[in-house]
């Protein structure tokens, strides 16, 4: 959780593939439940717009669909209608998957679903998954919600998610006074397991305007803390370090019109649930416009007394564009200035990332981050350099995204991490999940 000089897209396109020793110029989610920010955020959207015109001779076709039937023809290529435009005398890029299965699809307005997340990593970036060399659970999720709709007049919705793993140390409202809400109140569980209730409230809504009220996620950055909604197992440290999970308080969506988005909104500072420390009182608010056809902007800043962050200000922006059908390019940055009982501190970072669809099942990504801090910084609440001292870090991650099942989505990534890293100097890092969602 200073001006900055952009690059040109060719050029950070470049630095997404070519490596860790490019020039880095100098200077958080669609999350469930939180209002829409227009992002080509998640995997889901990626695989949904594959063109119908691929040429690559990869035949992908589910054998485990919901009917239990394989959806491939003599050819061996997806014959039903969801390959309509696909198969030709080139081969076919389709992927039959079906429509995922959901505990319950809203027929009472009220939705109700999760997903359970287990992975491995061989060693340890200290973000999230930080149990390295074993297989752990890092979010058994489950979630109510009922969307306000206010298309024909007054609407009310809520949101309620609970989840347990090892991530739930991260998820928790950590910027609390310890023993309020799911903090230091005996929700940790040992072994780095524990339970976190990461979002509970309410909503209104009537035409074009929204109000939420309780917990809930930040609208800060690009990659969130729910599985299913990252490309990546592993996190950005923008995401990590310089942006917040949650707050408690107000917020405001109003839609200005059809490509302009605003949010405004007031909280009780960063990653609080239903507790103020300090004197944590600050602006959350920003814009997502369509800058084009193919590109949606999107700023959004926080600024005030943070709580247990100091005073201060931050702001996230994120540029997402569609290159082509399959092709979708991110680039993030993140600005972070507090003050903390007399002591600075600011973070800078840029991120990029470029994402490959080649179809329904499968998709392919490269993420490339430069980071840099003068501290002090804390990650889930633990020091880890000393308030003054300047460090730069990178890391390049490659992945993919496979779908064997419409509920199932397997990310194995190699990343690697160097400078002053994290936890190592130089280090690099195999990972995989899956996640299952019901």
């Known amino acids: 959780m200073p001006g900055k000089q952009y690059l040109t897209v060719a050029s950070l396109a470049l630095l997404s593939v070519v490596g860790l020793n490019a020039a880095s110029a100098a200077d958080g989610n669609n999350q469930g439940g939180q209002p829409t920010v227009y992002n080509v955020t998640d995997a889901e959207y990626i695989f949904a717009n594959t063109s119908s015109n691929l040429t690559t001779q990869l035949c992908v076709c589910s054998k485990f669909s919901l009917g239990g039937e394989s959806a491939c023809g003599d050819n061996g290529c997806c014959d039903d209608g969801c390959s309509e435009g696909c198969c030709d005398s080139a081969g ?44 752990n659970t890092n979010q058994a999720w489950l979630y109510a919600e009922k969307v306000a709709d206010g298309s024909c007049g007054m609407d009310w919705g809520f949101r309620a998610d609970l989840m347990y793993g090892i991530d739930a140390g991260d998820t928790q409202a950590f910027g609390n006074n310890a023993g309020r809400w799911d903090f230091g109140n005996g929700w940790d569980k040992g072994g780095g397991y524990g339970w976190a209730m990461p979002q509970l409230y309410a909503e209104v809504a009537k035409g074009d305007w929204s109000v939420k009220a309780g917990h809930f996620y930040t609208l800060l950055g690009y990659e969130v803390v729910t599985a299913p909604d990252n490309f990546f197992y592993s996190h950005a440290m923008t995401m990590y370090n310089s942006e917040a999970f949650t707050h408690t308080g107000v917020l405001a969506t109003y839609a200005a019109g059809d490509d302009v988005t605003v949010y405004a909104g007031w909280t009780l500072g960063w990653d609080t649930g239903f507790d103020q420390f300090g004197g944590g009182s600050n602006f959350l608010g920003g814009f997502s416009s369509s800058v084009s056809d193919n590109a949606t902007f999107t700023y959004i800043l926080t600024a005030g007394d943070m709580g247990a962050n100091g005073d201060g200000y931050s702001h996230s922006t994120v540029l997402d564009m569609s290159l082509t059908d399959s092709l979708n390019y991110v680039i993030q940055s993140d600005l972070v200035s507090f003050s903390l009982a007399g002591t600075q501190r600011s973070d800078v970072g840029i991120n990029q990332y470029l994402l490959y669809s080649v179809n329904d099942c499968l998709g392919f990504g490269a993420r490339y981050e430069w980071w840099k801090s003068n501290g002090p910084f804390s990650m889930g609440g633990t020091g880890l350099k000393p308030a003054g001292r300047s460090d730069s870090y990178y890391a390049l991650t490659l992945g993919a995204n496979y779908k064997p099942h419409a509920n199932v989505t397997i990310r194995p990534e190699w990343r690697y991490d160097r400078g002053q890293s994290i936890t190592d100097h130089n280090q690099g890092m195999f990972a995989v999940d899956m996640i299952i969602t019901f």
Not at 99 to 117: C, E, L, M, S, V
Not at 124 to 130: A, C, D, K, R, Y
């Open 92 to 135: 076919c890029g389709c992927c039959c998957l079906g429509d995922p299965w959901k505990i319950d699809r809203k027929d009472d307005g009220i939705d109700i679903g999760g997903w359970w997340q287990q992975g491995y990593s061989s060693a340890s970036t200290g973000m999230f998954n930080s149990q390295p060399n074993s297989f």
